[in-house]
């Protein structure tokens, strides 16, 4: 594995690879979404605003010779059906898929859990943990016929350590990480399963999570590229289970 925060993505990286993004249209989501494309993958830009998604892109479609696709998707109703659409989409599309970063994370209230509502928790839940449970269950089959198949799941401190007030933000962030754990011993060695901790980062999220913060304090999302690039490409194979701070890869 490179030293911290010395990892150099070389060009065609990503060459033949498909990789599909959730949260793809803004923030995070978009920053890996280019930096994929940038780096030879064809991605599948999954989010819940088409106006974004179509922006994104269309920047990829400027800057690259790659082949994007819009899956325009709220993960708060995500169903097996759609699942299995979205399955049958991409083989035809592409007829393999190498890699899913589960970008898209609904924060929720900040409230402490005795005045939590319920239908805030069960939808937070929903989309961080139901919905990348289905994505990845249900694609599974591309994923294990890929020579090098990467999944990369967005933990945060919280669902590492919890911390009061973080409610089912953080309850579901350490389901990811149960998640990560069980489906890197299910899947080894033909499929990478890894957790990644972005830290404070700025993004809309982030500012909602922490109005009276001074953003421009913040690393940027492309600033945590390289630690993006390197889990999901081939010099990262064969580490699986593992989690992953981006902070730590920032110089």
């Given at each position: 594995?490179?030293?911290?925060?010395?990892?150099?993505?070389?060009?065609?990286?990503?060459?033949?690879?498909?990789?599909?993004?959730?949260?793809?249209?803004?923030?995070?989501?978009?920053?890996?979404?280019?930096?994929?494309?940038?780096?030879?993958?064809?991605?599948?830009?999954?989010?819940?605003?088409?106006?974004?998604?179509?922006?994104?892109?269309?920047?990829?479609?400027?800057?690259?010779?790659?082949?994007?696709?819009?899956?325009?998707?709220?993960?708060?109703?995500?169903?097996?059906?759609?699942?299995?659409?979205?399955?049958?989409?991409?083989?035809?599309?592409?007829?393999?898929?190498?890699?899913?970063?589960?970008?898209?994370?609904?924060?929720?209230?900040?409230?402490?859990?005795?005045?939590?509502?319920?239908?805030?928790?069960?939808?937070?839940?929903?989309?961080?943990?139901?919905?990348?449970?289905?994505?990845?269950?249900?694609?599974?089959?591309?994923?294990?016929?890929?020579?090098?198949?990467?999944?990369?799941?967005?933990?945060?401190?919280?669902?590492r350590r919890g911390r009061a007030n973080w409610g089912a933000y953080a309850v579901s962030k350490f389901a990811?990480?149960?998640?990560?754990?069980?489906?890197?011993?299910?899947?080894?060695?033909?499929?990478?399963?890894?957790?990644?901790?972005?830290?404070?980062?700025?993004?809309?999220?982030?500012?909602?999570?922490?109005?009276?913060?001074?953003?421009?304090?913040?690393?940027?999302?492309?600033?945590?590229?390289?630690?993006?690039?390197?889990?999901?490409?081939?010099?990262?194979?064969?580490?699986?289970?593992?989690?992953?701070?981006?902070?730590?890869?920032?110089?």
């Open positions: 594995m490179p030293a911290e925060h010395d990892y150099q993505p070389r060009p065609g990286l990503l060459d033949d690879r498909v990789i599909l993004v959730t949260g793809a249209g803004d923030g995070i989501g978009r920053a890996a979404a280019l930096a994929y494309a940038e780096y030879g993958a064809d991605v599948v830009l999954l989010g819940r605003t088409e106006k974004k998604l179509d922006a994104v892109f269309d920047e990829i479609v400027a800057a690259t010779k790659t082949r994007p696709v819009v899956v325009p998707a709220d993960l708060l109703h995500a169903s097996e059906d759609a699942v299995t659409t979205l399955y049958h989409a991409i083989r035809r599309e592409y007829a393999r898929l190498d890699g899913i970063l589960h970008n898209a994370s609904l924060l929720g209230p900040r409230e402490p859990i005795a005045d939590y509502p319920v239908q805030d928790w069960q939808d937070v839940m929903q989309v961080n943990v139901n919905a990348a449970f289905m994505l990845t269950r249900g694609l599974l089959p591309l994923l294990e016929e890929a020579p090098d198949a990467s999944v990369l799941f967005t933990s945060s401190g919280v669902g990811v990480e149960g998640l990560v754990e069980v489906l890197a011993d299910e899947l080894a060695p033909d499929v990478r399963v890894n957790s990644l901790n972005p830290g404070a980062t700025r993004t809309a999220m982030r500012a909602a999570a922490y109005p009276e913060e001074d953003p421009a304090t913040l690393p940027s999302a492309e600033d945590h590229m390289p630690l993006y690039l390197y889990l999901m490409g081939p010099d990262a194979k064969g580490i699986s289970g593992r989690r992953f701070d981006a902070g730590s890869w920032m110089p």
